[in-house]
């Protein structure tokens, strides 16, 4: 997990970082084991590189979900936290979390999350807030891969909310939404306890996000849904992922028209 904008001096000197990431230093090289061809997402319209992604008409030609009727489904806010949360450090509290019978969601920024396993794009080099750690881990027991995962952040509970009471866990499956994209990540990371909106690389880069950890994502615009007690396993399992959010996201707009 990390957090945006700690003071605004940081926050200014994270806008004026150059776009370009650099080679990862000695420590931060990725896995040996692991092939590195480059980051690879795949969605409902195939598999893609990590830097770019498809628009709706893809998605609708591939049989996807579309994104205007994720967004009519959750128009209006049945709000399930105590508070609302803040998008980022020192920013006011205006995000509630939201709930229907067969999901929770929340609409907010993004920050890009690049903790997990150091790679050529996340690393103590290219983000000042790297983590070598995650929340959740994969099947093997190593840390999640934020350059190759696409995955959401989830606030730790609190009495503000306790996202496992309303059966959101790691591994969970989430709808992200961003102007006429729909991807499909998991829960992979937990983060502030007063603090919403975050994704890692990956998610980003597939909606067509600045996936750049120093000065990328996006100040608003992204809802998130997290459908309530699904679960992809093992959590790395990318194409399962897409699977279940495309079955359940059906399930979820169809749920508005009734029996």
């Given at each position: 997990m990390r957090v945006q904008s700690l003071t605004l001096a940081a926050a200014s000197v994270a806008l004026l970082a150059p776009a370009a990431l650099p080679a990862a230093?000695?420590?931060?090289?990725?896995?040996?084991?692991?092939?590195?061809?480059?980051?690879?997402?795949?969605?409902?319209?195939?598999?893609?590189?990590?830097?770019?992604?498809?628009?709706?008409?893809?998605?609708?030609?591939?049989?996807?979900?579309?994104?205007?009727?994720?967004?009519?489904?959750?128009?209006?806010?049945?709000?399930?936290?105590?508070?609302?949360?803040?998008t980022d450090a020192g920013a006011p509290e205006t995000v509630p979390v939201c709930g229907t019978e067969d999901a929770v969601f929340w609409k907010?920024?993004?920050?890009?999350?690049?903790?997990?396993?150091?790679?050529?794009?996340c690393n103590r080099r290219t983000d000042p807030y790297f983590s070598d750690t995650t929340a959740f881990t994969q099947s093997d027991g190593r840390y999640l891969d934020a350059e190759r995962l696409p995955y959401i952040v989830v606030p730790v509970p609190s009495r503000r909310w306790d996202h496992g009471a309303h059966g959101v866990r790691?591994?969970?499956?989430?709808?992200?939404?961003?102007?006429?994209?729909?991807?499909?990540?998991?829960?992979?990371?937990?983060?502030?306890?007063?603090?919403?909106?975050?994704?890692?690389?990956?998610?980003?880069?597939?909606?067509?996000?600045?996936?750049?950890?120093?000065?990328?994502?996006?100040?608003?615009?992204?809802?998130?849904?997290?459908?309530?007690?699904?679960?992809?396993?093992?959590?790395e399992d990318v194409a399962a992922a897409v699977a279940t959010g495309e079955r359940l996201a059906r399930k979820f707009i169809a749920a508005a028209d009734g029996p």
């Open positions: 230093a000695d420590a931060d090289r990725p896995d040996p084991a692991r092939p590195d061809p480059g980051p690879v997402v795949r969605d409902a319209g195939g598999v893609r590189d990590a830097g770019g992604a498809g628009d709706e008409r893809e998605a609708r030609d591939a049989g996807g979900v579309r994104a205007a009727d994720l967004l009519a489904r959750v128009e209006e806010c049945d709000q399930i936290s105590k508070g609302r949360y803040r907010a920024d993004m920050d890009i999350d690049c903790d997990g396993r150091p790679g050529l794009l790691g591994g969970s499956v989430a709808a992200v939404v961003y102007e006429d994209r729909v991807r499909y990540a998991v829960v992979g990371d937990r983060g502030p306890h007063d603090i919403i909106g975050e994704a890692s690389y990956a998610a980003a880069a597939a909606l067509g996000i600045r996936p750049d950890p120093r000065g990328g994502g996006t100040d608003s615009g992204v809802t998130y849904i997290v459908f309530k007690d699904s679960r992809v396993s093992p959590i």
